[in-house]
């Protein structure tokens, strides 16, 4: 025997005469839908929708008895349940005068709507065959919407998740202000510039607006302009259809048509070429993107944030940066200081990283002397909170239970009290009681040797070109080296 899924109805009807007409019309499929409660007032139907909750189908007179009727109880039971589908009967019978008032009737959250009080019909509801149709289709509307609802609350809980393990730490002023600008960013669509030198945990910020907003549904979709290949920056950003040029066997979706109803970051934005700034122009202004080898435009719903550690009016100075982008890019600002500016913050990072990462290792967390923490605090931090990520991790690496100054100043490069960073390297490495594998020689030159290209350099890019180096390779490097 097939198992047949049953569709709940709550009657609300204060005439005995309708609620048996709405009987007749649905009895033929009385092994389908069941009418489980009646009622003839408001105020008791939220009573019951509220203790019960298994009604999929409200079926409600328009003008009923009590206070509480019409498109304010409409709306009560949505507040109460929003999956639950609401076909409204009245006695107005439907004219071209009558479409305003069906139109707030659907505003309000009814799904269907019909008139009972045809002159020629006794004992069924005007149209059954519509009306017994409508409550099926409600029933399917609830299921389609309550799955989603439940899509939407696991994407939620995942979103809450990761926030949660990429949390932005510090209570100093300047991190409680940015705070209370991200969650005002997130409150709309503007487009956001961030700016802040490297490390500080732009990208963070970005992720946390998208997040916290009303997109956080939609992907998120992170692009260092620095790492693209000049050749190939507008067919990743733009897409291009198949044929458009030679080894184009199929066309291709670009990152912003990924990011369409989301948000797309674009991280070091200062690196984009005079060429793709002027499409990223008529993204902004226009709402649409140039595909290479389409002629019609492609509509794109996307938010921007963009970052930079460089003067962007410096660069519009010296004809780098278009000053129609920059202004377009400049909506709403964010600076994100570093951590020399911030040094009440620089104990909690330690500490958060320190547990964060000692828990990835299955290990309990070392303990950090006063001075060594006094040293740590008093350090001007050049690569900010990146750098407090690559020095806590060096730290376990060390495998000590307790954290002194000596082993502060070892992961900081900077061994003896006033020694140079060069005077560094050579204590600590040319000792011949401690010769080291070559590998874990060359691993720790190349980590160290990147980061002091890095604190000397404006962005990726230049510390790739400096280094000899494609934008890709450099980044891939850092991730290994844990730079990224």
Same mark, same amino acid.
């Given at each position: 025997?097939?198992?047949?899924?049953?569709?709940?109805?709550?009657?609300?009807?204060?005439?005995?005469?309708?609620? $048996? @007409?709405?009987?007749?019309? *649905?009895?033929?499929?009385?092994?389908?839908? +069941? %009418?489980?409660?009646?009622? /003839?007032?408001? =105020?008791?139907?939220?009573?019951?929708?509220?203790?019960?909750?298994?009604?999929?189908?409200?079926?409600?007179?328009?003008?009923?008895?009590?206070?509480?009727?019409?498109?304010?109880?409409?709306?009560?039971?949505?507040?109460?349940?929003?999956?639950?589908?609401?076909?409204?009967?009245?006695?107005?019978?439907?004219?071209?005068?009558?479409?305003?008032?069906?139109?707030?009737?659907?505003?309000?959250?009814?799904?269907?709507?019909?008139?009972?009080?045809?002159?020629?019909?006794?004992?069924?509801?005007?149209?059954?065959?519509?009306?017994?149709?409508?409550?099926?289709?409600?029933?399917?509307?609830?299921?389609?919407?309550?799955?989603?609802?439940?899509?939407? $609350? @696991?994407?939620?809980?995942? *979103?809450?998740?990761?926030?949660?393990?990429? +949390? %932005?730490?510090?209570?100093? /002023?300047?991190? =409680?202000?940015?705070?209370?600008?991200?969650?005002?960013?997130?409150?709309?669509?503007?487009?956001?510039?961030?700016?802040?030198?490297?490390?500080?945990?732009?990208?963070?910020?970005?992720?946390?607006?998208?997040?916290?907003?009303?997109?956080?549904?939609?992907?998120?979709?992170?692009?260092?302009?620095?790492?693209?290949?000049?050749?190939?920056?507008?067919?990743?950003?733009?897409?291009?259809?198949?044929?458009?040029?030679?080894?184009?066997?199929?066309?291709?979706?670009?990152?912003?048509?990924?990011?369409?109803?989301?948000?797309?970051?674009?991280?070091?934005?200062?690196?984009?070429?005079?060429?793709?700034?002027?499409?990223?122009?008529?993204?902004?202004?226009?709402?649409?993107?140039?595909? *290479?080898?389409?002629?019609?435009?492609?509509?794109?719903?996307?938010?921007?944030?963009?970052?930079?550690?460089?003067?962007?009016?410096?660069?519009?100075?010296?004809?780098?940066?278009?000053?129609?982008?920059?202004?377009?890019?400049?909506?709403?600002?964010?600076?994100?200081?570093?951590?020399?500016?911030?040094?009440?913050?620089?104990?909690?990072?330690?500490?958060?990283?320190?547990?964060?990462?000692?828990?990835?290792?299955?290990?309990?967390?070392?303990?950090?002397?006063?001075?060594?923490?006094?040293?740590?605090?008093?350090?001007?931090?050049?690569?900010?909170?990146?750098?407090?990520?690559?020095?806590?991790?060096?730290?376990?690496?060390?495998?000590?239970?307790?954290?002194?100054?000596?082993?502060?100043?070892?992961?900081?490069?900077?061994?003896?009290?006033?020694?140079?960073?060069?005077?560094?390297?050579?204590?600590?490495?040319?000792?011949?009681?401690?010769?080291?594998?070559?590998?874990?020689?060359?691993?720790?030159?190349?980590?160290?040797?990147?980061?002091?290209?890095?604190?000397?350099?404006?962005?990726?890019?230049?510390?790739?070109?400096?280094?000899?180096?494609?934008?890709?390779?450099?980044?891939?490097?850092?991730?290994?080296?844990?730079?990224?």
């Amino acid at each position: 025997m097939i198992n047949v899924e049953r569709i709940n109805i709550l009657i609300i009807e204060d005439e005995e005469y309708d609620v $048996r @007409r709405i009987r007749n019309t *649905i009895q033929p499929f009385a092994g389908r839908i +069941q %009418i489980k409660d009646v009622v /003839s007032d408001g =105020q008791s139907a939220l009573e019951l929708i509220e203790k019960k909750r298994d009604y999929d189908v409200v079926i409600m007179d328009f003008q009923i008895v009590g206070g509480l009727k019409g498109e304010t109880l409409i709306r009560k039971i949505k507040q109460l349940d929003e999956t639950l589908q609401i076909i409204v009967v009245t006695k107005m019978t439907m004219n071209l005068t009558d479409f305003e008032f069906a139109n707030k009737l659907l505003e309000a959250g009814a799904m269907w709507y019909c008139t009972k009080y045809p002159g020629d019909i006794e004992e069924y509801i005007y149209q059954p065959t519509d009306f017994v149709l409508s409550i099926f289709n409600a029933h399917e509307k609830r299921k389609l919407q309550r799955e989603r609802l439940k899509s939407n $609350r @696991r994407l939620q809980r995942n *979103i809450d998740e990761m926030l949660s393990e990429k +949390q %932005i730490i510090g209570e100093s /002023s300047a991190m =409680q202000k940015l705070r209370e600008q991200i969650a005002q960013c997130s409150q709309s669509n503007a487009t956001v510039l961030i700016l802040g030198s490297s490390g500080t945990g732009k990208e963070l910020v970005a992720s946390h607006i998208h997040y916290k907003s009303e997109r956080r549904l939609e992907n998120f979709v992170p692009i260092n302009c620095g790492s693209l290949p000049d050749n190939l920056i507008e067919s990743e950003l733009f897409g291009f259809e198949k044929g458009s040029f030679t080894g184009a066997d199929a066309k291709k979706k670009g990152l912003f048509e990924l990011a369409d109803k989301g948000t797309i970051f674009l991280d070091e934005v200062s690196e984009l070429p005079l060429s793709a700034q002027s499409k990223l122009l008529r993204v902004l202004q226009e709402g649409e993107i140039d595909k *290479i080898g389409r002629t019609e435009k492609v509509k794109v719903d996307v938010r921007i944030i963009a970052a930079t550690n460089r003067d962007l009016l410096q660069e519009v100075k010296e004809n780098r940066f278009r000053e129609d982008l920059y202004y377009r890019l400049n909506v709403v600002c964010l600076s994100v200081p570093p951590l020399r500016q911030r040094r009440e913050d620089i104990s909690r990072l330690i500490f958060y990283y320190l547990n964060h990462y000692s828990a990835d290792m299955n290990r309990e967390a070392p303990k950090i002397s006063d001075e060594a923490m006094t040293v740590l605090v008093n350090y001007d931090w050049p690569g900010n909170v990146r750098e407090v990520q690559n020095v806590v991790q060096r730290f376990l690496f060390a495998g000590a239970n307790s954290i002194d100054v000596r082993l502060v100043k070892m992961a900081l490069g900077i061994p003896g009290e006033t020694a140079a960073r060069g005077d560094g390297l050579a204590n600590e490495f040319f000792d011949k009681n401690k010769i080291r594998p070559w590998r874990e020689m060359e691993q720790i030159f190349q980590e160290r040797y990147f980061r002091f290209v890095r604190e000397h350099t404006r962005s990726d890019a230049e510390a790739a070109r400096l280094l000899g180096l494609a934008p890709p390779n450099y980044l891939r490097m850092c991730r290994r080296l844990g730079l990224k």
